[in-house]
């Protein structure tokens, strides 16, 4: 049973950071690739940063420069550091192991200008 728990989320002010977290169960985690996507009100989920196996990364062009994936296998753990956040973060994260219909519960990213 896969199951993936995301956190770290919360209301940070333009141009602040957060880093979210999302832990993976189900002895899968080192192999397979890992994504975080988006979704804000009224928008459709948007792939935002992805790690492959091999900790290879890739970045939608809105979040390049501020934002950086990372894993750490012996944790089962992907992380998302966030850096210069802007108003149009505003969305629900989620992560996702890639190629498969995995998903958590998603946390909330609120920034205010």
């Known amino acids: 049973q896969v199951q993936l728990v995301e956190s770290g989320g919360g209301l940070v002010q333009f141009g602040g950071s957060l880093r979210l977290s999302c832990v993976a169960s189900?002895?899968?985690?080192?192999?397979?690739?890992m994504n975080w996507y988006r979704q804000a009100p009224g928008k459709q989920r948007e792939l935002v940063a992805a790690i492959t196996k091999g900790s290879s990364t890739n970045y939608a062009d809105s979040v390049k420069g501020r934002f950086t994936i990372s894993r750490d296998n012996a944790k089962n753990t992907v992380y998302l550091q966030m850096n210069d956040l802007k108003p149009e973060d505003t969305a629900v994260y989620y992560c996702?192991?890639?190629?498969?219909?995995?998903w958590g519960q998603g946390t909330q990213v609120t920034v205010s200008s």
């Open positions: 996702n192991v890639h190629n498969y219909d995995y």
């Open positions: 189900g002895g899968f985690f080192s192999l397979y690739g």
